[in-house]
């Protein structure tokens, strides 16, 4: 049975000082479960302190992931953080792809296929976001963006293990949720294609992002080879989060 993966997307939220109230709270909420993670994602301020935090160090089942890389090893790329430097303060997680990501900064799949090799490389497990504008679910072009991210951002791509979250960008920051059989849908094309392109189940997780909070959790629960959740703003209060983990 594979874990449940519970990752929190801080966005540009939450400061250093704010994240080590966060986490003594959560500390004070958090009971080890068995077969579920959970994953922090502050900004890149907050995670040099947040790796360090004394509160969670001793908590089982707990690490810490960037919201973004740079698609660059090193050099003269002013603002841009790498793999490296990651993986030398221990992050084992990274976000990639993100909606926002490729709307307000024009990432492309190229990009984020460069990212997740670098990713690799530094044994750092990418969070691939995926997922359709409401102009194509519109246009009933869904399955086909998806699968060309997905074949786009993995092209030659070898890696243990990876986490694909799907999120529809109409679902995002809205209130709105895709049905259960619209993920249900979507999680049998995106596994069917991981698989064709040579994953096997056991090497990659398959997480629903998309307004997602403890009133919804139910029912997004039910849909079928879902493996987990990327909780955005549901994320930012302590006990907020930690109902959801513990549901």
């Not at 080590?20 to 080890?32: C, G, M, P, V």
């Not at 935090?53 to 603002?79: E, H, R």
Request: a negative charge.
């Amino acid at each position: 049975m594979k874990d449940k993966i519970y990752i929190a997307n801080w966005k540009m939220n939450i400061t250093s000082k704010e994240a080590q109230s966060f986490f003594d709270k959560f500390e004070r909420l958090y009971k080890k479960e068995e077969n579920k993670k959970v994953v922090l994602c502050p900004s890149f301020t907050t995670l040099v302190s947040s790796t360090n935090s004394q509160s969670l160090k001793n908590l089982d089942n707990i690490y810490f992931g960037a919201q973004n890389v740079s698609d660059k090893i090193s050099g003269a790329f002013t603002g841009e953080v790498s793999a490296a430097m990651l993986e030398e303060i221990e992050v084992e997680y990274c976000i990639v792809g993100h909606s926002e990501r490729r709307a307000v900064y024009n990432e492309t799949d190229q990009m984020i296929n460069d990212k997740i090799k670098l990713l690799a490389k530094s044994g750092i497990i990418p969070i691939l976001c995926v997922g359709e504008t409401l102009d194509s679910r519109e246009r009933g072009e869904s399955d086909q963006v998806v699968l060309k991210q997905l074949s786009s951002c993995l092209n030659q791509v070898a890696v243990s293990e990876i986490i694909i979250a799907y999120e529809p960008v109409w679902a995002i920051g809205t209130g709105k949720n895709a049905s259960i059989s619209d993920i249900s849908n979507m999680n049998s094309t995106i596994k069917k294609q991981m698989n064709k392109l040579g994953y096997i189940d056991d090497q990659f997780y398959i997480l629903y992002g998309g307004s997602v909070n403890i009133d919804n959790l139910s029912s997004i629960d039910e849909a079928s080879f879902l493996n987990g959740f990327l909780i955005g703003g549901a994320s930012l209060n302590p006990q907020n989060f930690w109902d959801i983990v513990d549901k």
